[in-house]
């Protein structure tokens, strides 16, 4: 309880929620470009195609507000998690299924092209020395001057570094229903991709995939930040 009402808490837990609304809004703004461009505009309809966080917050109230700050809370503002979802027209779906598939990746991708920004930008501070190779947390990758501007470019870069790997690992899990599941369809035949989305389409099927990979999830995505941050400190030594 001493924890909750430390101010830092309340203040690492607002660097972490707006983190993730924005991460989540880039997200299922790719999605909904993606099904634009390969002309679906079910989602550009609904304002998804957008980086207003208020079409999201709306769709999925439970997955944007609710869910993150009971995440956080339970887990003594180590991270936060959470999600939103963009609608799409499933005849478009069947009729042009290498569409959709691009649709599904584009998420993801976006997560990674964010956290890739993140790691350069922690990065080349830890090459100016302005950053130590200092890991805390998830919330804390590098060191800075306590107090600074640094010290809070750190926090917030180290937030959006973590919460997009995340973001791109666990939507990559080829099962449905996540991100994964649809870009298999890039890798099969068409009438193969279509058969793939009646499967994908049932409701235990679904359920079934988020309770397989929230507890697989930990096992995979421990190695690949490992590596990740391998590679960042790669080279830095502290000053």
């Not at 999201?56 to 995440?71: A, D, K, S």
């Not at 887990?75 to 979802?85: C, D, E, I, T």
């Not at 298999?184 to 989305?197: I, K, M, T």
């Amino acid at each position: 309880m001493e924890g909750v009402l430390d101010p830092d808490f309340f203040v690492i837990g607002i660097a972490w929620y707006v983190v993730l609304l924005f991460s989540l809004t880039v997200h299922e703004a790719a999605h909904a470009f993606a099904a634009l461009r390969g002309g679906d505009r079910t989602a550009y309809l609904g304002g998804q195609a957008s980086l207003d966080p208020l079409p999201h917050m709306r769709r999925e109230p439970l997955g944007t507000v609710l869910f993150p700050i009971v995440v956080y809370l339970i887990s003594g503002g180590r991270w936060m998690f959470g999600w939103a979802s963009t609608p799409f027209d499933p005849v478009w779906a069947r009729v042009y299924p290498r569409r959709a598939a691009w649709m599904s990746l584009a998420g993801p991708a976006a997560n990674l092209l964010l956290a890739l920004l993140a790691g350069a930008a922690l990065r080349g501070g830890l090459q100016a020395g302005v950053f130590t190779p200092e890991p805390v947390d998830f919330t804390h990758l590098v060191g800075a001057a306590e107090g600074s501007v640094w010290a809070a470019a750190g926090t917030i870069l180290s937030i959006v570094f973590t919460l997009n790997l995340v973001l791109f690992v666990f939507n990559l899990f080829p099962i449905p229903p996540l991100d994964g599941a649809g870009a298999l369809g890039l890798l099969l035949p068409e009438s193969s991709a279509r058969r793939l989305q009646e499967t994908f389409a049932s409701g235990p099927v679904a359920l079934f995939g988020l309770l397989f990979v929230w507890w697989v999830f930990p096992r995979v995505f421990g190695p690949v930040h490992g590596a990740a941050l391998a590679f960042l400190y790669a080279g830095v030594t502290p000053s």
